[in-house]
Structure formats: C-alpha cells, structure tokens
C-alpha cells in the first residue's frame, strides 16, 4: 500500500489551512476595513458640522464619530495579525495602517469642516485612497 501520497495530501491539506487561517483571513479583513472606512468616510462628510438643523442629523453626527472609533480599533486590530510579509508590502506601497487609525480617532472628534479637513487628507493618504477631483 502506497503511504506516500496519503501523507502528501495530508501535509498539502494542513499547508493551506493554516495559509488561509493565519495569511489571507487577516488580509482579506483588511481589505474589508479599508473599504468600510472609505465607504463611511464618504457617507458621513456631510454632518461634520457644529451647528446641525435637526435631530436627524445630529444623530448621523454622532453614529458617524462612533464608526470612525470603531474602524480605528479594528484597524490596529487587524494590523497584528497581518503577517509580517504583508506588512512590508504595505510599507513598501505607502499604506500605514496605524497612522490611519490615528487620523480617524481625530476625524470622530471633529466639530466642524475645517478641523476635519487635514485628517481625512492624511487618512486618504495613509490608506491609499485615491483622491477624486473637487474635493
């Protein structure tokens, strides 16, 4: 009875479990967090604002500083459990997660426009958001 390609199969298995645990999962929620920052970045731009007509838009102002926390946290999170290999891709391709994160903890803080302004620039520069004209 032929053992080798049993055990073969069982190693090959076992590699690419623990590349999908331990290499493309992190990756992949990443990826996910970096398109739920833009995509609240964008959804929340408009209530920055000190003086908001109605509670409508408070409340948006409000679920809007909670969310940039919440990616700031996850953020950092999920940075530790990159693997060390994409960390340097990311290093080498100008993202940095952890200044990121920073940014949007200033971004939930900010009461008007003009205060917001400089960390979302610097939040789409260190995640590499790609800066549409006019704003």
Not at 18 to 34: D, H
Not at 74 to 101: H, M, Q
Not at 115 to 122: D, K, L
């Amino acid at each position: 009875m032929d053992i080798v390609s049993p055990l073969l199969c069982l190693i090959a298995g076992g590699c690419g479990y623990l590349a999908v645990t331990f290499w493309m999962q992190p990756i992949l929620r990443y990826i996910q967090i970096r398109f739920e920052v833009t995509s609240d970045v964008v959804f929340y731009a408009n209530v920055i604002n000190p003086r908001l007509v109605n509670d409508r838009l408070k409340e948006r102002h409000e679920a809007g500083s909670e969310a940039h926390r919440r990616h700031a946290a996850e953020i950092v999170a999920c940075f530790y459990r990159l693997p060390r290999w994409y960390r340097f891709i990311l290093r080498r391709r100008g993202e940095d997660p952890l200044t990121a994160s920073r940014n949007l903890v200033g971004l939930s803080n900010c009461s008007n426009a003009r205060e917001a302004e400089p960390y979302v620039r610097f939040l789409k520069e260190s995640l590499r958001i790609p800066q549409e004209n006019g704003a």
